[in-house]
């Protein structure tokens, strides 16, 4: 063999090993079962760009063998790639992090979108049978269950009926209800919408616009918030920080106010995504309590917390300087007293109701966005979790004076919620474990089963049933103990990515994503 041939292979062999190097890599990356899926996509995207990144240097500097054929190899990505995005155009990414295209052609469903079309007024609302009320994020608690339904657990038997289907405008927001109507936010253009439908039928019975867009990328534009309904009125917050409140029946605008604004703070990267917490004035300490509405800020070092007169709107206190996470404040009772439990950008705090008083704190670093809401678990403890590694953390609250220590029981990574709640029953926690479903025992936090893989989806609790909205769209009902689960039914429902929490109304079962809504009345006994 002559020289030249033999150094001809050993440049191709070269650019083989590249290649073998980064398959085998990400193979590996994606072999680590420890490791989420979106943190095996952001580490893998990082190996095959490099890997791209010396095949192509190696390339044109040792195998191409004259300026012509190294012209070519410079100019191939470029066309290729040039190709590709010619045809297909990004639509933001899934919950692990990858990519989703269309044909460019692809219609923007939000462009189809008409102007709202409210029902006459003389049209009278009605309340349909069975229907209850689903007052705030994670239901009437905020423990992400609902109470007092018992779901028949043969859908093939008895079918759930889908009772209508609309289309709505971009939004991670979800249902809540009250009555005959049910609310959510959506983006429509220009302008943010907070729209109440008629839970029987899905027509809208009143709007309020408000001229503000959210756009991210990735996640998608549009608010993420689901509102809060208190008796008579309803508080929301918008994806760029504007706190307001609305009566309930018509929509009439009470009060707004910009939870950015004072001092200024920073947005978030994916928007303000936490629901309005309550609290009533008889949990308030003090002859002078009023009614009050806790939100989260903005970036550090803005508050990290901060609280409103749930009637006009002015400003009661602001704490903390941590910055906010993306997850909604808990009311809780521990030690003794009722307080404030908030996750925020690198800590978990308790506050103090009546002045904001940060009484106890437990760091909890981490670069990633924390999404999931505190746990109020009995004798006084409190479980938090998240994804991106972070994992999962019980935490035991003891008084230490006028302040609350905050001491660690355990921790581990048996339950990563990435942007999904968990729920507590007796003494065991289930949710979706990065992208499956999975349990784990709260007295050492050891995993006890995984089972569906559901994507980054969503859980809401209906007695020892899970109903389950998977990322693809299909919603799942699954028998769940701390022995596993066992899936039951299953509805096609939505189409597409889907993100947002389910609201289960009595048996009115209404979910959505980012284009379209659906209403199902589901069996009982």
């Avoid at 006084?380 to 994992?391: N, R, S, W």
């Avoid at 049933?465 to 701390?482: A, D, R």
């Avoid at 597409?496 to 809504?517: I, P, Q, S, V, Y």
Wanted: hydrophobic letters at 45%; one cysteine or more.
């Amino acid at each position: 063999m002559s020289v030249q041939k033999r150094t001809v292979w050993w440049r191709w062999l070269g650019l083989v090993l590249i290649l073998v190097v980064g398959i085998v890599t990400i193979a590996t990356v994606y072999m680590n079962t420890e490791l989420e899926a979106n943190m095996q996509g952001i580490i893998s995207s990082g190996i095959g760009t490099l890997t791209f990144f010396f095949s192509f240097l190696w390339s044109l500097i040792f195998i191409a063998p004259n300026l012509k054929w190294r012209l070519i190899v410079f100019a191939a990505p470029f066309v290729v790639g040039g190709g590709f995005f010619s045809l297909f155009k990004p639509t933001g990414s899934d919950g692990s992090g990858a990519l989703n295209f269309v044909y460019r052609w692809t219609k923007d469903p939000e462009n189809s979108l008409g102007k709202i079309q409210l029902i006459d007024k003389k049209d009278k609302v009605i309340v349909p049978e069975g229907a209850a009320d689903f007052l705030r994020f994670l239901g009437n608690t905020g423990q992400n269950r609902v109470d007092g339904v018992t779901l028949a657990r043969d859908w093939k038997a008895n079918p759930p009926r889908e009772v209508w289907r609309r289309e709505v405008g971009p939004a991670w927001t979800g249902f809540v209800v009250a009555g005959g109507l049910a609310l959510t936010q959506e983006q429509r253009g220009p302008e943010e919408f907070v729209v109440a439908y008629a839970l029987a039928t899905g027509r809208p019975v009143w709007s309020h616009a408000r001229s503000v867009r959210f756009v991210e990328f990735q996640g998608g534009d549009g608010p993420r918030a689901t509102p809060t309904i208190i008796g008579d009125k309803v508080f929301v917050m918008g994806a760029t920080g504007w706190l307001a409140c609305h009566e309930l029946l018509t929509g009439g605008l009470l009060w707004e106010t910009d939870v950015l604004s004072e001092p200024k703070a920073k947005n978030p990267t994916w928007a303000k995504s936490c629901s309005p917490l309550f609290i009533p004035s008889q949990t308030v300490p003090g002859k002078d309590a009023i009614d009050r509405i806790i939100v989260t800020g903005g970036d550090a070092p803005g508050p990290t917390l901060l609280a409103y007169d749930a009637k006009t709107g002015a400003k009661i206190w602001q704490a903390g300087t941590d910055g906010a996470s993306y997850a909604t404040p808990v009311l809780a009772k521990l030690a003794g007293r009722e307080v404030i439990l908030s996750v925020n950008a690198t800590s978990v705090t308790v506050h103090d109701i009546a002045l904001g008083n940060i009484l106890g704190t437990h760091p909890w670093p981490g670069m990633f966005p924390k999404c999931s809401d505190p746990i109020f678990v009995s004798g006084d403890k409190i479980l938090v979790t998240a994804g991106y590694q972070m994992g999962d953390h019980l935490l035991k609250a003891q008084a230490q004076g006028d302040s609350i220590q905050l001491d660690l029981v355990w921790s581990g990574k048996g339950i990563r919620t990435g942007f999904s709640n968990c729920v507590i029953r007796d003494n065991t926690a289930y949710g979706i474990d990065d992208t499956i479903l999975a349990a784990i025992d709260l007295k050492d936090g050891k995993r006890l089963w995984k089972s569906e893989r559901v994507g980054s989806g969503q859980v809401l609790m209906v007695g020892d049933l899970l109903l389950v909205q998977t990322e693809p769209g299909p919603i799942l009902l699954v028998e769940v103990s701390p022995e596993g689960s066992k899936v039951l039914g299953k509805l096609k429902a939505l189409d597409g990515k889907t993100w947002t929490n389910l609201c289960l109304a009595g048996k009115w079962l209404l979910a959505r994503n980012d284009r379209e809504a659906v209403c199902y009345e589901l069996p009982v006994k």
